[in-house]
């Protein structure tokens, strides 16, 4: 038998392990099964349609948003995909050597980058959009549609208290500070 067990044995061990310490257990629930559903769902994309294109679920999102919003500033992209630029220039780079995107000068301010897709892009976004909603109706097969939109307007709620009090929050937790860097998990050299 693999290692994988399943969400109830999970829940299961947590409501073990934690014992009477004073949590809310709905709310902890709740942010672990988002996780939980996310990390099912990109997955699942990951190695099925995305695989086809070689495509990776980032570099998915970043293709995604360069075509819908047509020649967005790098910063946008960067933002509305939830990665770092850094990340961004690396799947940018990745995207324009498969010829998938390219890179453009602002016309207004030099210091400035946009992003657009090239007529291969423009293609493949065209044929892999309905195969990713196809996964998407999948993985909510065992909703109704009532109960999709419902799940979306709760996720849309979840989004909105953290993209608008979320900075507020975490300057309290951080005693007004702004949160130092983030390290690579690497300890420091002596």
């Known amino acids: 038998m693999s290692g994988h067990r399943s969400i109830e044995e999970i829940e299961q061990a947590v409501r073990a392990k934690l014992g009477d310490l004073p949590l809310r257990r709905e709310q902890m629930a709740a942010v672990a099964g988002l996780y939980r559903a996310a990390a099912a769902v990109r997955q699942h994309v990951e190695n099925s349609v995305l695989r086809g294109a070689e495509l990776t679920w980032t570099s998915f999102v970043v293709l995604w948003v360069v075509w819908i919003r047509g020649e967005p500033e790098t910063r946008q992209v960067a933002e509305e995909a939830g990665i770092s630029k850094g990340t961004l220039t690396g799947v940018a780079r990745t995207l324009q050597g498969r010829g998938l995107l390219e890179r453009k000068e602002h016309p207004a301010d030099g210091r400035l980058a946009l992003l657009a897709l090239t007529p291969e892009g423009e293609r493949l976004m065209a044929r892999i959009v309905p195969e990713f909603n196809a996964e998407e109706v999948f993985v909510t097969a065992a909703l109704s549609d009532d109960e999709a939109e419902d799940l979306a307007d709760l996720l849309r709620r979840v989004v909105w208290q953290v993209e608008t009090r979320g ?20 300890r420091p050299q002596d």
């Open 167 to 186: 900075a507020e929050r975490r300057l309290e937790l951080l005693d007004g500070q702004d949160p130092p860097p983030r390290r690579s998990g690497r």
